[in-house]
């Protein structure tokens, strides 16, 4: 793939349009499941909801959808490892704390890193490495919550969470691998079609003996809230198109709960825990560092 200077300058934006629409989301994901709308169906709504922002995708390169082997292979794969992510961290939340999982599978960026460095060669200046670094300290502190003498069953969890952590991170990289040969759109396209494919598996992971909310504020509210999830995340395969994975990832990662959580102060009142607010002061400071480094090297070029 080869890209321009102004290609190059792209990332960010899209990088900021995904921190956007899932800071948003984030805020409000919440709301249909407390109203007797179960996760399970939300990822179902989820899946449904990838389909016209991959209508649009596909409308901007005139329905020309890459079906070559390595696009098929490489695109599904992204898809699998985000969508089975989710799926496996629905089981993971019942069997460990949320204060312990999300923390520990908020670290995926080192994950994509690493297979960055390693397989693509990617590389920064130390200023952007400070940068890389403050995001990934402030991911984990992002993702606190207080103990709630939450139980757990064993270790069991702990093996799930670390499927969640390797999922999510090898997805990072996929996407940003398979960006040099595939176009954006087709990668976008084969994670809607694997998405839809694991439905099944959301729906018999439902309790449908407990009452479900398939009214306004429950179905139509999931789906309202879940399109920005999936607008987000045809952004983000943009920003993995013209950026590194090194920067996009943590960047991302980092920032998207920041706005969640000013959100969720504006709206509920919610006053955020000191490791909460920590790490939004270190993720705006690494955001900042990425973000004029990688313009800085774009200018240089």
């Known amino acids: 793939m080869i890209t321009t200077i102004d290609d190059r300058k792209k990332w960010l934006g899209y990088a900021l349009l995904t921190t956007i629409f899932w800071g948003i989301w984030g805020a409000l994901i919440e709301i249909p499941e407390k109203n007797g ?6 990822y179902t709504v989820w899946a449904f909801t990838m389909i016209p922002p991959c209508l649009f995708a596909l409308y901007k390169i005139d329905w020309k959808i890459d ?17 089975g992510g989710q799926l496996i961290l629905f089981e993971t939340l019942k069997l460990g704390p949320a204060y312990l999982v999300f923390p520990f599978i908020s670290l995926s960026p080192v994950v994509t890193i690493l297979l960055a460095i390693v397989f693509l060669g990617e590389k ?4 952007g490495w400070i940068g890389i670094s403050l995001a990934l300290i402030s991911i984990p502190l992002l993702s606190y919550q207080e103990p709630n003498n939450g139980v757990t069953s064993g270790y069991l969890w702990i093996i799930f969470a670390l499927m969640v952590f390797f999922a999510w991170g090898i997805q990072a990289y996929i996407l940003r691998f ?9 990668i976008f396209f084969y994670m809607t079609i694997t998405g839809l494919i694991l439905i099944p ?15 306004m504020s429950g179905l139509y509210s999931a789906a309202g809230i879940q399109i920005l999830n999936a607008i987000g995340a045809l952004s983000l395969v943009y920003a993995f198109r013209y950026g590194k994975a090194i920067v996009v990832s943590p960047m991302t990662n980092a920032l998207a709960p920041v706005l969640t959580i000013i959100l969720s102060l504006l709206l509920y009142s919610v006053i955020p825990h000191l490791f909460i607010v920590i790490g939004m002061i270190l993720a705006v400071i690494a955001s900042s560092l990425l973000g004029i480094e990688e313009e800085t090297e774009d200018i240089a070029k």
């Not at 920064?124 to 200023?127: A, E, G, L, V, Y």
């Not at 398979?178 to 087709?186: G, H, I, L």
């Not at 018999?204 to 009452?211: I, K, L, R, Y």
């Open 37 to 42: 709308f179960p996760a399970t169906l939300g």
């Open 67 to 83: 079906f070559d082997s390595s696009s098929v292979i490489f695109g599904s794969l992204a898809g699998l490892l985000g969508a």
């Open 124 to 127: 920064t200046s130390f200023k």
């Open 178 to 186: 398979a960006n040099e040969d595939t176009k954006a759109e087709s």
């Open 201 to 215: 598996v959301a729906i018999g992971m439902t309790d449908f003996q407990q009452e479900i909310n398939w009214g």
